[in-house]
C-alpha cells in the first residue's frame, strides 16, 4: 500500500512535464529532444555554424563580452621562483630549481587562453569583432576533444615526430557519440539528459581491450549521473543555454613524447 502511494505521488509530480511531452508530439522536429539530437548531429560532423544556430546567441554574446572584459584585465599572474621550489625541496640543486622555475614561468606567459576558449581564435581584439553567431561556432569547436587533442599533437611535433598511425588512433580515441535519454519539461524551461561515450574501437584493437573498456564505460555509469542540457523557450523555438560542460566536453588533453638517443655501445674494432 505504501509502494502504491510512492507511486501515485510521483506520477503526480511528473504529470506536467508529460502533458506537455504529449502536447508537442505532433510536432516533434521541434521538441527540446529534436533540438539536442540536431546538435549533436552537427557536433559530430565538425559543422560548428549549424550546431552555433542551435544555441541561445543572446546568452552567448553576454557570455563572449564578459570573456572579453576578462581577458582585456587579466589578473596578475605570480611568478615561481627557484626559492619557493627549494623550500619545499630542500635538496634539489639550486641550478635545477632555477630550471624548473623558469620552465614553469615560461608555460604559463606562452598559454593562449583566447584560442583555448575560442577556436583558432588569435587575440582578444579579434574576440571582440566576431559575430556572435561565428563567436559561438569557435567556442563549440574549442570544447570539442579533437580539437584540444589536435593542439596536443601540434605541439607534439615539434618536439618529436608522431607516426601518422598514432595520431589517428589519437583522434580516434578523442571522438565521442551522444545518446538522448529523456526530457524535463518546466514551462519555458527544458532539461535534456544524455549519455556520451567514445566511438567504437579500431578493430585493430584486441578483443581483450575492448572488452575492458566496456567494463570501465559500464561502472562510470553506474557512479556518474547523465549530463543534462538546459533549453530555453525563445518564442516557438527551443534553444540550448550556453553553459559548461557540455558532457565530457571539458579538460585538458596533452600528448608527451620523449626523444630518446640511440647510442651505438659496440667497442671500436682494433687493427
Not at 87 to 94: G, L, V
Not at 128 to 156: F, T
Not at 218 to 237: C, D, I, K, N
Request: proline residues 8%; glycine residues 4%; charged residues 25%.
Amino acid at each position: 500500500m505504501r509502494a502504491h502511494r510512492m507511486l501515485s505521488l510521483v506520477l503526480l509530480l511528473w504529470a506536467p512535464a508529460v502533458r506537455e511531452c504529449r502536447a508537442q508530439s505532433g510536432s516533434s522536429a521541434g521538441t527540446p529532444a529534436a533540438v539536442v539530437d540536431s546538435f549533436f548531429r552537427a557536433t559530430r560532423q565538425e559543422r560548428w555554424r549549424d550546431a552555433a544556430r542551435l544555441i541561445d546567441l543572446e546568452a552567448m554574446g553576454d557570455l563572449r563580452d564578459q570573456t572579453v572584459r576578462f581577458m582585456r584585465r587579466p589578473p596578475s599572474v605570480h611568478r615561481i621562483t627557484p626559492e619557493e621550489i627549494m623550500k619545499s625541496d630542500p635538496k634539489m640543486p639550486r641550478v635545477v630549481a632555477e630550471y624548473e622555475a623558469a620552465r614553469s614561468n615560461g608555460a604559463v606567459a606562452s598559454y593562449d587562453a583566447v584560442s583555448e576558449e575560442y577556436a583558432n581564435v588569435p587575440n582578444v581584439d579579434s574576440l571582440a569583432a566576431l559575430p556572435v553567431e561565428e563567436a559561438a561556432a569557435r567556442w563549440l569547436q574549442a570544447q570539442d576533444p579533437r580539437y584540444k587533442m589536435r593542439r596536443s599533437l601540434d605541439a607534439a611535433r615539434t618536439r618529436c615526430g608522431l607516426p601518422d598511425s598514432v595520431v589517428a588512433s589519437l583522434l580516434h580515441q578523442s571522438t565521442v557519440t551522444q545518446q538522448v535519454l529523456g526530457t524535463v519539461l518546466q514551462d519555458s524551461i527544458a532539461y535534456v539528459l544524455f549519455a556520451e561515450r567514445p566511438v567504437q574501437a579500431p578493430e585493430a584493437d584486441s578483443a581483450r581491450a575492448h572488452s575492458r573498456r566496456r567494463r570501465s564505460s559500464r561502472r562510470a555509469s553506474w557512479v556518474m549521473p547523465p549530463p543534462v542540457l538546459t533549453l530555453r523557450r525563445l518564442g516557438a523555438r527551443w534553444r540550448i543555454a550556453p553553459g559548461q560542460p557540455f558532457g565530457g566536453w571539458s579538460g585538458d588533453m596533452s600528448v608527451g613524447c620523449t626523444v630518446t638517443t640511440v647510442t651505438d655501445s659496440t667497442p671500436p674494432r682494433t687493427p
